[in-house]
């Protein structure tokens, strides 16, 4: 075995070193690598500039992808340079350089696969490190048994190999070949689901809420697809799935119902847009803006900042306030109360001018002053106006509103009364002495005097 892995190795070599077909060899394999140089340069300037207007998805992964063309363009240009040369010199050299060629090319393009599959917007994956040693281990491991001469051997041995797996009789070779083609084939139909879902999300003329359901669909029968091809490869009937599926079908009826209806609550509430994401709801007492829609729960963030997901089931059983509606304007009142002693009339008028010059205050319709009732302390007012894009928030705007009030019916000589009480002190002493008790009346700035004196 070692005279013959190193016959293969360096006999043709060694028989055409010192021959001028050697620097033959050299010269064409310099000028072939040269040239793929060239043409993998000019490729990469050409796929750059059109990513420079793609997501982070796309991007991430492309320095995988340079790094391919030109091992790959190179071995194009060496096998075409051996099928032309090989009519007319020995080209052991050129073959000896196809095999590293050929190795490290495919390498990056399933890195390349691999980033594009277990990545979302330039973050990466635990398993896509896993995925990448092993790819590695296993084209480096075939490249040294191609270069030695043995992988015959190898797979040889790998095919006498048989071991039983349950009714079914297998080799090490047919089970390895099995596996790489499941591997294969799911990171494919991942790869082109994330390319599907990329291009669907850039399209402008679909709804926001029909992109998400529409890519997790098709996300899925790419998958279903390379599940049912793969065991199509391998050699497994995929007609026996059928009875698996009906009992999968009881099980989850009876054990997964409530994952199930929250699947299903979350299709149903991307279909109808019911809510979409940036939507400001209220359920349960929860109240905070809609960031995410997945397909079991969605993610609502609060007032605090604090993110809660929230079973999709309960979206659609329970009472959920949307104030994120087509109707962006919210109607807001500001009261006040005035004084018995002032003018009523002048202080209707000057409530509308309170709101004039407030952002986001609608003139249309206007704002309007009301006299609501007759207080124990004073007349009790209120105006009512309309605000714009009332889901964002009102208290900035009726803090303005009231500002505008104070300083309004501070110009114009209008009080705005504070609460007065009536205290009545009943001294015993006093009544022992025949005198005759009486009401003291203290206003709120006379108790205040007495509470500070005490």
């Known amino acids: 075995m070692q005279n013959r892995i190193f016959s293969h190795l ?16 050299v010269g064409v394999l310099v000028a072939t690598l040269a040239l793929a140089w060239l043409l993998a340069r000019v490729l ?3 796929l750059d500039l059109r990513r420079q207007t793609r997501y982070q998805t796309l991007r991430f992964g492309a320095e995988s992808l340079n790094r391919a063309f030109f091992p790959l363009i190179g071995a194009v240009l060496v096998w075409l340079a051996r099928a032309i040369a090989g009519q007319f010199i020995h080209t052991s050299l ?26 979302h917007d330039g973050e990466t994956h635990a398993w896509l490190f896993v995925v990448e040693k092993i790819v590695s281990l296993v084209v480096w491991v075939a490249m040294v048994l191609t270069v030695m001469g043995i992988q015959d051997d190898v797979i ?4 006498s190999v048989h071991f039983r797996v349950a009714n079914a009789h297998m080799t090490l070779l047919s089970l390895v070949t099995g596996l790489l083609w499941v591997c294969v084939t799911m990171i ?30 098709g996300r899925a029968a790419f998958v279903l697809a390379a599940v ?8 497994i009937d995929i007609t026996v799935l059928g009875v698996f599926g009906g009992a999968l079908g009881v099980g989850l009826g009876f054990g997964l119902q409530k994952i199930a209806s929250n699947y299903v609550s979350g299709f149903i509430i991307l279909i109808d847009r019911s809510l979409r994401i940036g939507d400001t709801i209220n359920v349960g007492g929860l109240q905070g803006m809609v960031t995410q829609i997945r397909t079991r729960y969605t993610v609502v963030r609060g007032l605090d900042g604090i993110e809660t997901l929230i079973p999709n089931e309960k979206l659609i059983t329970d009472v959920v306030q949307n104030q994120s509606s087509y109707l962006t304007r919210g109607y807001a009142k500001a009261a006040v109360q005035i004084a018995y002693t002032s003018d009523v009339e002048q202080a209707m008028a000057l409530l509308p001018q309170a709101a004039d010059g407030v952002p986001r205050v609608l003139a249309d319709p206007a704002p309007t002053p009301y006299l609501v009732s007759f207080g124990a302390d004073g007349i009790n007012l209120e105006l009512g106006f309309w605000i714009a894009d009332a889901a964002t928030g009102t208290s900035a705007v009726r803090s303005a509103v009231n500002r505008n009030i104070w300083q309004l019916f501070s110009a114009h000589g209008i009080s705005i009364p504070f609460a007065q009480r009536e205290v009545r002190i009943v001294g015993n002493v006093a009544n022992l ?20 004196a005490l």
Do not use: C, H
Request: net charge positive.
């Open 156 to 159: 040889a041995w790998m095919a």
């Open 44 to 46: 990469r300037r050409a």
């Open 188 to 217: 494919v139909a991942m790869w082109l689901g994330a390319a599907f879902e990329d291009r669907l999300m850039r399209a402008k003329t679909l709804d926001a809420n029909l992109k998400v359901v529409v890519a997790r669909v």
């Open 433 to 452: 002495a025949g005198a005759v008790p009486q009401a003291v009346t203290m206003t709120a700035a006379a108790a205040n005097q007495a509470d500070n």
């Open 10 to 25: 360096f006999g043709d070599l060694a028989r055409d070193f010192g021959q001028p077909v050697m620097l033959w060899q």
């Open 228 to 235: 049912l091809i793969s065991l199509s490869l391998v050699g």
């Open 94 to 119: 050129l073959d000896l350089a196809l095999v590293p060629l050929l190795g490290i090319g495919l390498i990056y393009i399933v890195f390349f696969f691999a980033r594009r599959v277990f990545s």
